[in-house]
């Protein structure tokens, strides 16, 4: 859909008359339709984000209305459209005190500037295991909360759901922040003038087909890779690759840069592969015709970009992560978009992970969880845990999906949460012990009376209790301090998976570290 005054003006004046029944919400949908509606910069888009800002005012978001304020002061065209426009010039002046009033406002730089340098942990390593294939282990012993990895995505799209709310280059949420609207179409915006110019695929290939790509699915993850390989004038090559099925050969020495050889490397199923070739005939010819045209030459034609689509797409089936935004209103995860992060589709799954992925924008970190000593293996989880899914159920799931049997521990033993009992390790003979009653406890195996077991249990439970105490007065560092401390660890060793307090409390490490990783509490 291309650039439209009328329906700028429409979705402004839509936005004034709920912004008058103090109807907020709606009121920034539809001033956010206005923008991308607009041509930048011109008085139709100028309007909309000084309104914008009207709505952040009154919603207590002091700082994102600075920024757009002082954003549209700095626009060349401003002075020229409004600089005799004293109303509406006031308005936004005595909203920028008032804000500025609320806030010790520091100026900051207009990108995305998300991610930090990306690096890899020194603590991990990827190796080849038996009955695993690739898989990440631990070089060292790890904490909760330890980082493994930052990092940008080889590629990522954003789903068409949230185009109007997150920049569509790097996924950072303007809904209630400046947004740069792409030139050509008013489907798309950008939180950044270096978001917009970096996004060579959307601006040559992407714009005229929007509506085509809500219909593609994965495809237009795997159709923005083959762009990538294009842009980098690397395409001929990697249509070779798959043409000569050589994706495990030294690719270094083709001419393909570490990243690169990092995606084609990825796991390709043969029988997914097979279903994508012969279910998607026809979609796959609509994508090569409607978006990858302009890739067709006489070293690349229509047949061979068809395979290697294919191929790629079924790559990401199996290896592409679900890119998440932690929605603060609800405190909840929500699937936004997917890319594809090579390290961290290494990682085998486990229906009791003892990593998390988590996001801001595109950019992923993944932190340990739970105690990880050194040489164990770093386990992700695909989607499937035994609290949520039955063992049937998520056994399938994964095996059709992933077209690998689970054998992880939660499996292998069929874990059963049970609150009325404890899952205790008798610390003479390390055997379990599943306990009701503390009465007379004695070992199994060795016969052994665990008379320690009790005192060990209470001191946890205390702990835990003060720990939840802190989760819910949002003093989340000190809490994860008491779950996580040397003493704790240590303690935590007389429970063993799948006793009620250990889950309990594993699952209270893992908040902590999501909530602490937004920025929320202290």
Sequence with gaps: MSKCGEKAQRSRLEGNKSYGNKDFDT??????????????????????????????????EFQECIDIIKFLYSLESYSKLFGTNEKFTGKLTKRLQNCEGQLKYTNKEHSCNLVPRSFTSSSMTTTVLPDFGNSVLALSDLEPNDTLLHLKPFSAVLGSSFWASHCYTCFKCVKYSIIVPCFNCSQVGFCSYSCRED??????????NMSFLKEIGLFHLSTNILLKFHIRGKLHKLVEVYAEDSAGDCLSDCGFSED?????????????????SEGSEVLLDRIIQRLLKNLLSPIVTAQQLIFTLSAV??????????????DETSSSNLAIGSGIYPEIAKMNHSCYSNTVCLFKGTTATVKATKYISKGSQLFNSYGYDFESVEINERKANLLDQYEFVCCCEACSSDWKRNDNARVLKCHICSSTLVVSSFTNLKCSVCLSVISNLLHCVKVLESKYNDAYQCFQEKKYLRGLNVLTSPESLEELKVLLMPDSLLLDWNDLVKKFIVLQFHGNGN
Excluded: W
């Design 27 to 60: 009121a920034i949908k539809a001033y956010n339709a206005s923008i991308l509606s607009s041509h930048f910069m011109d008085s139709d888009y100028i309007y909309a984000m000084g309104n914008k800002s009207a709505v952040l005012f009154e919603t207590k």
């Design 260 to 276: 690169e050889v990092e995606v084609i490397s990825l796991h390709c199923s043969p029988k997914i592969r097979k279903n994508i």
């Design 199 to 208: 996004n060579i695929a959307h601006s040559d290939h992407e714009c005229p």
């Design 313 to 326: 797409t079924c790559q990401m089936m199996i290896n592409a992560s679900s890119v998440m935004f932690y």
